[in-house]
């Protein structure tokens, strides 16, 4: 495995509280990456003071909160080998072998398909408190169940291990994205392109929310929605065109709820269409929630 050099970067944004902890784990890994590179997204707190304590890191610095996709291009562009994984600051790893494990099921698939670019873990809360939280995990957290998927909708880009020629082909990551959306984006660009990619349940990372309410869940639904049709990458939608698609998207979800037997979580999913028109007409959408990553 050693043969394929492997970069990773991770985006940080005011992180001063997780960074040194993320950076620890992964030095304590069985296959530590050959480069690690640290791209502060224009950190204000001591984010940057942390890691430099970690003098093999290397720290690349924008001069001011460009958005989560620009420091996403500004890793890949950054890594000098050709796999690169990419794992957001408010993740946490929960193993010595996450990167072995990632690299590994990566690998296995590629050499069976030149065509595979691509793969991600499942993606877990570290805090799972209330059915704010389960919503969250159900429903915006990019989990496609408890076997292997090929081509799923998209990959959760807190952690994800990518081939950088393929990014690079695609156009990198659109910068119009600057808070949420990027990684369904940069999915949809690959399966265009002719790639493919694979979701894997056997490996695990773990996210830190800061979100736990009921109200901060749904402006973070509201939040990935609205990144697509503020961007225009779908074009200019209508209102009326944006309530459409809300009431397909809950009466969907609440359909896979009453599936699933999740009952706890119907209330929240019948709340999106009020909660959606309420954030269209404030005008919220352009708003961050904070952090590395939704």
Not at 116 to 122: D, H, Y
Not at 275 to 294: A, E, P, R
Request: glycine share 8%; aromatic share 10%; proline share 4%.
């Amino acid at each position: 495995m050693r043969k394929n050099k492997i970069s990773l970067y991770i985006p940080v944004f005011n992180e001063e509280g997780r960074i040194g902890t993320l950076l620890d784990s992964i030095f304590s890994q069985s296959l530590i990456p050959d480069e690690i590179i640290i791209v502060d997204d224009g950190s204000s707190d001591n984010s940057l003071k942390i890691v430099s304590k970690y003098p093999s890191v290397r720290t690349i610095k924008h001069p001011s909160n460009k958005g989560v996709a620009a420091a996403r291009n500004t890793g890949v562009l950054s890594s000098a080998h050709s796999l690169v994984i990419g794992v957001n600051a408010d993740c946490r790893i929960p193993n010595s072998t996450f990167v072995e494990d990632l690299v590994g099921s990566f690998l296995s698939i590629r050499d069976k398909n030149k065509k595979f670019v691509g793969l991600g873990p499942a993606v877990k809360l570290a805090d799972n408190n209330n059915i704010a939280d389960q919503w969250r995990s159900v429903h915006l957290l990019g989990n496609w169940g408890k076997k292997f998927v090929l081509n799923p909708p998209y990959l959760s880009a807190r952690a994800i291990i990518f081939s950088k020629e393929a990014i690079l082909r695609v156009g990198l990551y659109d910068e119009r994205y600057n808070k949420a959306g990027e990684d369904a984006d940069i999915c949809r660009k690959l399966l265009s392109a002719g790639y493919s990619y694979g979701y894997d349940p056997n490996i695990i990372v773990y996210y830190h929310n800061e979100f736990h309410s009921i109200s901060g869940v749904l402006k973070s639904q509201y939040l990935y929605r609205s990144e697509a049709r503020r961007t225009g990458v779908w074009g200019k939608v209508p209102l009326v065109g944006r309530l459409l698609a809300d009431i397909y998207y809950s009466l969907k979800i609440i359909v896979q709820d009453m599936l699933h037997l999740r009952i706890n979580l119907i209330f929240i999913s019948s709340l999106v269409v009020p909660s959606n028109v309420f954030y269209d007409l404030k005008g919220t959408g352009g708003q961050q929630l904070g952090g590395s990553g939704i």
